[in-house]
């Protein structure tokens, strides 16, 4: 999901709204078996409404469904968001 998301807004630069939508589509989608679907359902759902890379949410909810309360990040786009602390401010 995080290679899809990338390559469609880098190769391609498909505006977000579209990403959005087709992701909604692929995780409603029950011919595919998608790793981790909570994870991603809630990576998906911060996304949407936030302003960071998908990758960036994923591994932030990834992290916390592992314990960590944490994700160091270079981001900062993420500065404000829970879960998050930005090495460089």
């Not at 999901?1 to 190769?11: F, I, N, Q």
């Not at 589509?25 to 409404?49: G, H």
Request: hydrophobic share 45%.
């Amino acid at each position: 999901m995080c290679e899809l998301v990338w390559v469609l807004e880098s190769a391609y630069n498909i505006p977000k709204p579209e990403i959005v939508a087709a992701l909604e589509r692929i995780l409603r989608t029950a011919q595919f078996e998608i790793a981790e679907k909570d994870t991603v359902w809630e990576a998906f759902s911060a996304y949407r409404e936030g302003r960071a890379d998908f990758s960036d949410y994923y591994l932030g909810r990834a992290n916390t469904r592992a314990g960590v309360s944490t994700t160091l990040t270079f981001d900062k786009l993420l500065k404000d968001h829970p879960g998050f602390r930005v090495l460089i401010a």
